[in-house]
T-cell receptor, first 112, second 115 residues
Framework: GENVEQHPSTLSVQEGDSAVIKCTYSDSASNYFPWYKQELGKGPQLIIDIRSNVGEKKDQRIAVTLNKTAKHFSLHITETQPEDSAVYFCAATTGGYQKVTFGTGTKLQVIP | DAEITQSPRHKITETGRQVTLACHQTWNHNNMFWYRQDLGHGLRLIHYSYGVHDTNKGEVSDGYSVSRSNTEDLPLTLESAASSQTSVYFC??????????????FGPGTRLTVL
């Protein structure tokens, strides 16, 4: 089955700096890569996703890149703000049956 | 507004007891999922369902069961609770059927402690 590795497990940045979270996946058939943000005491919420036919996608301060050849994808957050502090999960799926494999999460702390 | 709810939010039980965690969604989604979240493991899939009377095992299904008698509900049952099942449990749902890729909407979670 699919295996998703995520690094780093924790990340501290100063407010205004950029944050990068990296993930690798094992199944070359995976074609959908969502990113979820989980705030304390809440369930994960989708913040951005990318499909395998696209190399990069941006939404305001967040962007995701995908390298299918190397089987890795990354989340980039620019101009970080304290409200960006949360746990971020990457995920991968081969689609079809909507079964998603999640990474182990990155706890991001933005220091004011 | 449509939503997905879980109950109870917190539960303490004893080893060997049967426990059922409820999940209810008003999105009218076909697909529903149960995950457990543990430190160092992220979210791991327990069971999932693509529609009424359909259930499937995920990667950590031992000791858990689900049933889907209607679109809105997917209760998760721990047949005989074990300390290893102490975790935070999340239910999720997504809209469309097989072959299509869609966002999963998560509930607020249930924190289960097995003593």
């Amino acid at each position: 089955g699919e295996n998703v590795e995520q690094h780093p497990s924790t990340l501290s940045v100063q407010e205004g700096d950029s944050a990068v979270i990296k993930c690798t996946y094992s199944d070359s058939a995976s074609n959908y890569f969502p990113w979820y943000k989980q705030e304390l005491g809440k369930g994960p919420q989708l913040i951005i996703d990318i499909r395998s036919n696209v190399g990069e996608k941006k939404d305001q301060r967040i962007a995701v890149t995908l390298n299918k050849t190397a089987k890795h994808f990354s989340l980039h957050i620019t101009e970080t703000q304290p409200e960006d502090s949360a746990v971020y999960f990457c995920a991968a799926t081969t689609g079809g049956y909507q079964k998603v494999t999640f990474g182990t999460g990155t706890k991001l702390q933005v220091i004011p | 507004d449509a939503e997905i709810t879980q109950s109870p939010r917190h539960k303490i039980t004893e080893t060997g007891r049967q426990v059922t965690l409820a999940c209810h969604q008003t999105w009218n989604h076909n697909n529903m999922f149960w995950y457990r979240q543990d430190l160092g493991h992220g979210l791991r899939l327990i069971h999932y369902s693509y529609g009424v009377h359909d259930t499937n095992k995920g990667e950590v299904s031992d000791g858990y069961s689900v049933s889907r008698s209607n679109t809105e509900d997917l209760p998760l049952t721990l047949e005989s609770a074990a300390s290893s099942q102490t975790s935070v449990y999340f239910c999720a749902s997504s809209e469309l059927g097989r072959g299509l890729l869609n966002e999963q909407f998560f509930g607020p979670g249930t924190r289960l402690t097995v003593l």
